[in-house]
Structure formats: C-alpha cells, structure tokens
C-alpha cells in the first residue's frame, strides 16, 4: 500500500520517477551537445591540417559519449573530468612537443607549402616608372580618385563605392585639372586602404598602377613567376628559387634561404645540433644542470622547513595554533599567477620594497633580475 499525491492523486513514487527520468533525458541532451560541439571541432582543425589536434577531440568526444552513456561505465563519470584535463593539458602537450622536436617546425615555418608559395606569389615590388601621388573627391556617395606625377600627368577614375574591398581592375582617364571638390584628407584615406590595395588602375596607354604607398600608386608588378617544375623566378633580383624539402624553404641561386617556410621532418637534427653548436650546447647545459639541482634544493628546503614548521606547531606552550595554521595554508590557496606577480613586484631592481628596504638599511640595491646568482 502507498500514498497518494493529495493534489493529483497520482502515487508519490511515480512523480518522483518522472523527476528521474527527464533529468536523465536532460543529462543526454547535454551530453549530446558536447559531443556535437566537439566533432565540429575535430572537423575544423582537419580542414586546417590540423590533424594531432583532430585527433585529440575525436578521442575526447567519444569518450566523453561511451563514459555518459554506458551504464556498466557509471562509476567512471566521477574522474572523467580529471583524466580528460590530465590528458588535454598534461600528457597531449607532452606528445605533442615531443614530435615537433623532430621537425623545423619554428615562428618561420609555420605554413604549408602551398601557402607559403602564394604568400611568395602575392609579393609585388615597384617597377621602373613615375609615382602619382593620390587624392580622393568625394562625389555624393562615392569617390573619384585623383592621381598625379611630379612630371604633370593627372588620371582622375570613375565613381567609385570603395566600400567594395574586392580585388578590381579601373581604368582611368587623363585630365587637365583635379576636380572642383574639396579632397579628403587623411582619415578618409586610411579608411579606404583595404579597398585601394584591391584596385588595378589601368591608364590610357595601358600601364597598371597599384597602391605603392599610403598616398601613392606606382607601377607595381610581381615579383615572383612561377614556373613550371615548381620553381620561382625572382624578377627583380632575377635569381631563381627552387624549393628544397629537405630544409623546408625556397633556395636561390646564390643559396639563400626565403623566408617564409614550410614544416618539414628534419629527423634528429634538432638533439644533434644542442650538442654540436657551441651557442646552443652552453646555456643548454648550464640550464639542465641547474634545473636539477633546483629540484633537489627545493625538495630538501620544503621538508626541512616543512620539519620545523610542523614541530613548531605541535609546542604544547605555543598558543593561537589555528590563526599559525591558517596562515600557512593560505599561500597555497592563491593562484600560482597571482604569487608570481606579487614577488616580481616586490623584487624590481628599481620601485620593488625588498630592494627600497635593503637601500635604506645597508645601501645596497641586488639585481634580482639581471644577475644569474641573484636570480636563482
């Protein structure tokens, strides 16, 4: 025999079966969400090549789906926030910049090949001719430019909506004189930059001007023409680039590398050169020893002050025990950012209060920073 709800005269334990049920269809719904989320992650970093990436969040989504969903699993929804966070922020970073090591990857290969060729392809420089300095008139909505040598030649365009930024070929017509507006200044042009590095502006005879300056367009013409084995041709150093995908970069001729590059696996040449390269070997090896002694040091201090501290606390005759033990608990209780700057604060060479009170007692003023002593 049970009760019923007096309001409904449903029985009590149905109601409170409905409450688990749609929590439970809610917590589905959640998950499915995040799961949802993070495939569309996964997507987008293998769309940009990104595939150690992918493959993260594909492992993560799963498992965050069979862990939710699986009964037999239910014990294991407690820790899975703890070992997902292990494994994002401990173990993928560890994996990751292990197999980075084996590669050029650096601030100058970044790219893909193929991006690095078109960011080479897209290079312009000024090529032999005069530089018509530039003004913009408005004309109701739109603008006129304005263009003009120091030999006398004057172009003046049609009307233009330079809230257009598409890439676009003008022609533009001689004139005599600028028009009769009031040119705009500065700001208008700064504005309209995107627009203008976009315009092809082709004169009467046939010449293309591009944007040389802020306040100038010039004959600009491609620096680099590709070829058909893959190499590129430098036209205005009239050197040839050959990509070498042993090094990641465009060699020319006289065998300087271009910059940008593109990741390539390099093997051990990396663990190779910290040995065989005096600029590298030095501090690398002043910084793996000190790293360890640093280890030691701090481990033997810890307990040693951690010893006398906790001797200290058991004094039978000491009295405010709790205010001494809340104190000590207190430092690790503020994030470790927040430390940090607090004791770089203290420690400037020049305003910090450690340094202002040694100054004022023993005239003296460590350099905290600079010195690798003071600094350790």
């Not at 334990?13 to 998950?31: D, N």
């Not at 150093?237 to 590059?261: H, K, N």
């Amino acid at each position: 025999m049970y009760t019923t709800n007096a309001s409904r005269g449903l029985p009590r334990h149905r109601s409170r079966h409905l409450t688990e049920r749609y929590t439970r269809w809610a917590m589905r719904g959640v998950i499915a969400v995040l799961v949802i989320a993070l495939l569309w992650l996964v997507l987008a970093f293998h769309l940009n090549g990104q595939w150690m990436f992918a493959l993260l969040f594909l492992l993560l989504g799963g498992s965050l789906g069979v862990v939710f969903t699986k009964r037999s699993l239910m014990s294991h929804r407690y820790i899975f926030p703890a070992v997902a966070g292990l494994g994002v922020f401990v173990i993928f970073p560890l994996i990751y910049t292990f197999g980075i090591s084996f590669s050029n990857y650096s601030s100058t290969n970044l790219l893909s090949e193929e991006r690095v060729r078109d960011q080479l392809m897209s290079q312009t420089y000024q090529a032999e001719g005069n530089a018509f300095d530039l003004a913009l008139y408005p004309e109701g909505d739109l603008v006129r430019l304005y263009l003009e040598s120091p030999q006398g030649q004057r172009f003046v365009s049609s009307p233009l909506n330079l809230a257009n930024q598409e890439n676009r070929q003008i022609g533009v017509q001689a004139t005599d004189a600028p028009p009769a507006q009031e040119a705009l200044g500065m700001r208008a042009i700064i504005q309209a930059r995107d627009a203008l590095q976009g315009l092809r502006l082709v004169t009467p005879d046939g010449s293309e001007l591009r944007m040389a300056g802020l306040r100038q367009f010039a004959p600009m013409v491609n620096r680099y023409e590709a070829r058909e084995d893959g190499a590129l041709y430098d036209r205005r150093d009239e050197r040839l680039l050959t990509p070498d995908p042993s090094i990641g970069f465009f060699v020319a001729d006289d065998g300087e590398q271009i910059t940008p590059g593109w990741p390539v696996n390099v093997g051990l040449a990396n663990y190779t050169q910290i040995f065989t390269d005096p600029d590298i070997r030095g501090p690398f090896m002043q910084i793996f020893v000190w790293t360890f002694v640093f280890a030691a040091l701090t481990v033997v201090f810890t307990l040693a002050v951690g010893f006398v501290l906790a001797s200290l606390l058991q004094w039978d005759q000491l009295k405010g025990k709790a205010i001494y033990r809340t104190l000590l608990i207190l430092p690790y209780a503020v994030p470790a950012f927040i430390s940090i700057l607090i004791f770089k604060g203290m420690f400037n060479q020049h305003f910090g209060e450690v340094n202002m009170i040694l100054d004022t007692l023993f005239g003296v003023r460590p350099e905290w920073f600079t010195d690798p002593w003071m600094a350790r």
